[in-house]
Nanobody
């Protein structure tokens, strides 16, 4: 069973930066696409960014130009670089990945989440 562990969250002032990490228990070469989700208090979980094994990235409109998703296969880690943070970015951020070896259906793994709080 694949385990995903997020880290890098914390408290930051508006306009500041954070880099979130998602470390996998094994090779991430078998995980594609990988995604970052977030869930603010009282709101639905939303997709923030996606990266495929080929390096194609997509972003939610609300974070486009400010956030950058990346993956390092050698370190079995996915990252989310967050710049120009806003209070509305405050949420629990979750790592998500699809198993490429499961072809019958979409099969996903989730991390436990890391809290990001942006103060004004």
């Amino acid at each position: 069973q694949v385990q995903l562990v997020e880290s890098g969250g914390g408290l930051v002032q508006s306009g500041g930066s954070l880099r979130l990490s998602c470390a996998a228990s094994g090779s991430i070469r078998s995980l594609s696409p990988m995604r970052w989700y977030r869930q603010a208090s009282g709101k639905e979980r939303e997709l923030v960014a996606t990266i495929t094994s080929g390096g194609t990235t997509t972003y939610a409109e609300s974070v486009k130009g400010r956030f950058t998703i990346s993956r390092d296969n050698a370190k079995n880690t996915m990252y989310l670089q967050m710049n120009s943070l806003k209070p509305e970015d405050t949420a629990v951020y979750y790592c998500n990945a699809e198993a490429v070896w499961v072809v019958e259906r979409k099969y996903e793994f989730w991390g436990q989440g890391t809290q990001v709080t942006v103060s004004s």
